[in-house]
């Protein structure tokens, strides 16, 4: 290959992991490397939920790509990718148009629930730094209309979570102890505020075990959660949501609904013509897709199975792992050399539940409480060591004591 142009597309966890890995395993001379992203900045996805809910400003999540990537050998473009023509190797974006020989998709999920319209309407999402900012003055917005209305709407005042897994029950562990600093900055009794969750399942959590489950409905409810399972959703307007359980409608008046349940493919990758595995793209272990062998896809939209024949749910954790093996075979693809394979191994699970809580399940084991907290603050520290060494660690560590 004549100095190949490798284009990397989503600078999230996965996408920019694979470009650092990229910039010090190639030679200038060796290739090309653009990476295209839609904002300056990358974001830590795994502290959404806390920007969300007001208990870590936004600004602590984002790190400006500039910091991280060696100018000198990644040309860095902001942009968004609207379609990838793959006939002709070409990247269109809303501005310009890109050829490439290597591709690398590190796009993120779209949030979406299947047959409920609606939800575009009046759901809110936590996807990035924009829509994290938009949940946390939207709730402060309606806690201060209800403050300073002469005819006072409770809807102003109820929230709900729609879905319970990871994202729904750590957003609803922040929310919950951030609801009394809210409601004392607009003179609220706290009493009059309700944040429920609804999961369509039996039980929250899906993936973790019965006694972690439990653990986690303890420790919200005791705080206020109004936890509601077997919920399915049917309608979302400005001012209401309505569920069906067990054959009958509900109603909940509430401002706010935030969707933190199913979500959909990047429609990029369907019109790219690449085969879609339960939402994901199909690939081979060594992280090029089975269609086409010079795309490769990491993190969230990388369909991977563990030795069992068993999907391995997206993680960062996984998004890493794929990031070091799509940029050590882009470089051995690059030097004509062997590629080698990603052997994804079932992970742990883990939710926070607030700022000193939560639950995990770390290889067989269980782990509750602050416990749980402080791995999840060492695999993001360690994350920011990895991605930036000492200097980003130290700017933007978490070394807050629980
Ligand atoms: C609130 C929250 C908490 C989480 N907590 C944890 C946790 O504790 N531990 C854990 O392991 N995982 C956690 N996750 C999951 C984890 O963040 C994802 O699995 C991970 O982010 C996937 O990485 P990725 O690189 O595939 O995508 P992302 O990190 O989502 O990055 C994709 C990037 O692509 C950009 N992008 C999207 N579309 C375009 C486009 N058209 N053009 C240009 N750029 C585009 C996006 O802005 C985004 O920055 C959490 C997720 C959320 C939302």
Known sequence: ????????????????????????????????????????????????????????????????????????????????????????????????????????????????????????????????????????EHIEYNFASYANAIKKDESSLNIVIGGGGILGVEFAGELINQIPVICREYDIEKTQVHLYMLEEGKSFLPGFDEKLVHYAATSLQSRGVEMIHNAKLKECQANKVIYESEGKEHTISAATFIWTGEVQANPVFEKAGLILKNKKIEIYPNMHTTIDDSIFVVGEYAYAVDENGEEVLPTAKKALEEAAVAAKNIASKIRNKELISCRPVKQGVLATLGRDDGVAAIQNRRV??????????????????????????????NFHLL
């Not at 050998?73 to 148009?97: A, M, P, T, Y």
Request: glycine residues 8%; proline residues 2%; aromatic residues 10%.
């Open 1 to 136: 290959m004549n100095k190949p142009h490798i284009v990397i597309v989503g600078a999230g966890y996965g996408g920019i992991m694979t470009a650092v890995k990229l910039q010090k395993q190639l030679g200038k001379n060796e290739a090309e490397i653009t990476l295209v992203h839609k904002y300056d900045y990358h974001f830590q996805a795994s502290c959404l939920h806390e920007n969300a809910a007001g208990t870590l400003h936004q600004d602590h999540s984002k790190i400006k790509i500039k910091d991280i990537i060696n100018r000198s050998k990644i040309n860095f473009i902001i942009d968004e990718v609207v379609s990838i023509k793959r006939n002709s190797k070409k990247i269109k974006l809303k501005n310009k148009e890109l050829h490439y020989d290597l591709l690398v998709i590190g796009l993120g999920f779209e949030p979406r629930a299947e047959g409920t319209p609606e939800l575009d309407e009046h759901a809110y999402s936590i996807t990035d730094i924009n829509s994290a900012r938009f949940v946390r």
């Open 368 to 397: 509750f409480g602050w416990k749980a907290v402080l791995v999840k603050r060492i695999s993001d520290n360690y994350y920011l060591f990895q991605l930036g060494g000492w200097q980003l660690l130290l700017k933007k560590g």
